[in-house]
């Protein structure tokens, strides 16, 4: 199996505040993975631009999921982030394979997923 041909889907809550997920898209977009940052963001977030212009292999979606009260009640939030990266991820992403950058969060959110589709996933 070639990797380099599939699709790497990134469910990252960290992105915009952690230098290390930035680097790790980089690396791989330079290596032609096809690749999905799907973040979700908190309400309080400002907008802003935070999609780098070098990267070809790669889109991002930057998605205002939850709030301040949701981010408190941890279930809620994983049930609104889900929900949001359903609508978001098939209608414009198709992964082969999901990259979970956190286990409590982003973790469950790629393990759902995981249980509806079959698509293979690693936190």
């Not at 802003?48 to 889109?59: A, F, R």
């Not at 991002?60 to 809620?76: V, Y």
């Amino acid at each position: 199996m070639n990797f380099f041909m599939h699709n790497l889907l990134h469910i990252n809550s960290y992105y915009i505040t952690n230098k290390l997920h930035s680097e790790l898209v980089h690396r791989l977009d330079s290596k032609n993975w096809k690749q999905c940052v799907y973040a979700p963001l908190s309400h309080k977030i400002v907008a802003g631009n935070y999609e780098p212009k070098d990267l070809i292999n790669t889109v991002f979606f930057f998605s205002k999921a939850f709030n301040t009260l949701t981010r408190i009640i941890w279930p809620i939030k994983i049930w609104q982030i889900y929900k949001n990266f359903q609508k978001i991820v098939n209608q414009s992403f198709s992964p082969h394979i999901i990259h979970s950058h956190s286990l409590i969060v982003n973790g469950i959110i790629a393990f759902i997923y995981n249980k509806k589709t079959n698509i293979p996933y690693i936190v």
